[in-house]
Nanobody, 120 residues
Framework: QVQLMESGGGSVQPGGSLVLSCAAA????????MSWYRQPPGKRRELVVL???????TYGESVKGRFTASRVNRRNMVWLTMTNLKPEDTAVYYC??????????????WGRGTQVTVSS
């Protein structure tokens, strides 16, 4: 089993910045892709960014140029730096780990989410 724990959410004014972090914990595992998803109020969960084991990134169109993901494999951590935040970025942000190799047959894990609110 792998546990994902997000942190860094909060409230910010439009144009502000936040940094989210996600830490993976467990016994003897290796993670393939790590991603950030978000779910705005009343809407479906959507991909924010996917970052591969090698650090290649794929961003959702709405966050390109404003959000940056980074990852340190030896620490099993991923970060999401969000700048120029807009009210439409308001959502619960979830960390996802996919392609996980461990003693468990489960290969995909989700964090519990962290709330980001952008409002004046």
């Amino acid at each position: 089993q792998v546990q994902l724990m997000e942190s860094g959410g909060g409230s910010v004014q439009p144009g502000g910045s936040l940094v989210l972090s996600c830490a993976a914990a467990g016994m003897s595992f290796r993670i393939g892709n790590m991603s950030w998803y978000r779910q705005p109020p009343g809407k479906r969960r959507e991909l924010v960014v996917l970052i591969t084991f090698d650090g290649a990134t794929t961003y959702g169109e709405s966050v390109k140029g404003r959000f940056t993901a980074s990852r340190v494999n030896r620490r099993n951590m991923v970060w999401l730096t969000m700048t120029n935040l807009k009210p439409e970025d308001t959502a619960v942000y979830y960390c996802n780990a996919d392609g996980v190799v461990s003693t468990s047959p489960q290969s995909t894990y989700w964090g519990r989410g962290t709330q980001v609110t952008v409002s004046s």
